[in-house]
């Protein structure tokens, strides 16, 4: 199989206006986020809606495809991101989100390997809670949670804190269940991906305002991969100094 990792990044940001184009240790963020990507699958494009952003890209000699201004998600940009690159080119996309710019390998290649079964539409990732992480982090609404089935396939995404666990003080709760964070790394079948950007959207992804359940309404499988690696975003000028200070540590 032909794996083509697409990087949507967006100029308008109501939170972060053009963070793609954040300098990031020297570098701007799409850059380094482009640099964690390319090479590890078959091949890897930037999405993107402005022309700075596309310029950016061709500076350091990255590849790009400009699409429309329109979209409702990344999904729906990096469908017009396969067309034009070719979708009977590669069996699965891999959407990396462009704020990311410490995604790593291991990530992407779990989220490849759900491909080994061939029953699989789409794939994500999920990071464990720790204990040590406290319950102010679980019930974090801005950190979905995940719950499973015994083979791994995602039952249910939501903002609150799933399952609920009746009978236990909520100091408890980390310590005697497995709960899961969601990771933002999606993998579709290209054929799949065609179709779930048809979808309307559905009552759960509007109440929750999380655009896989639009998927699990309307049938279909999302194999859930772990990692154990806690990402870094880049959501707003706080991110981009946290991120700084990450990326300084490392490189000691």
């Known amino acids: ?130 204990p040590s992480d406290g319950f102010a982090a679980l019930e974090n609404v801005n950190s979905p949670k995940v719950v499973v089935n015994n083979r791994m396939e995602a039952l249910y995404f939501s903002r609150s804190i799933i399952p609920y666990m009746r009978g236990k003080d909520t100091d408890q709760w980390l310590p005697n269940h497995t709960y899961y964070k969601h990771i933002g790394l999606y993998a579709y079948r290209s054929d799949v991906l065609r179709q779930i950007t048809s979808l309307p959207q559905g009552e759960l992804e509007k109440t929750e305002s999380l655009e896989q359940l639009r998927w699990l309404e309307n049938g279909y499988k999302i194999k859930v991969g772990i990692s154990e690696i806690e990402t870094i975003g880049i959501d707003t000028p706080e991110d981009l100094q946290h991120a700084e200070e990450f990326l300084a540590s490392v490189q000691k």
Do not use: W
């Open 1 to 130: 199989m032909k794996f083509l990792g697409i990087i949507p990044a967006r100029y308008a940001s109501t939170r972060f206006p053009a963070k793609p184009l954040a300098i990031l240790g020297g570098k701007p963020v799409i850059q380094r986020v482009y640099e964690q990507v390319n090479g590890i699958l078959d091949d890897a494009v930037v999405a993107t809606d402005d022309q700075r952003i596309y310029d950016a890209v061709i500076a350091f000699g990255g590849k790009v495809v400009m699409t429309s201004t329109e979209h409702r998600s990344g999904t729906d940009r990096c469908y017009e991101a396969l067309t034009k690159v070719g979708a009977d080119k590669y069996d699965v996309v891999v959407n990396i989100q462009g704020d990311e710019p410490f995604i790593q390998p291991q990530q992407l290649y779990a989220v490849r390997d759900c491909f080994d079964d061939t029953s699989v539409d789409i794939a994500t990732l999920v990071k464990p809670f720790k």
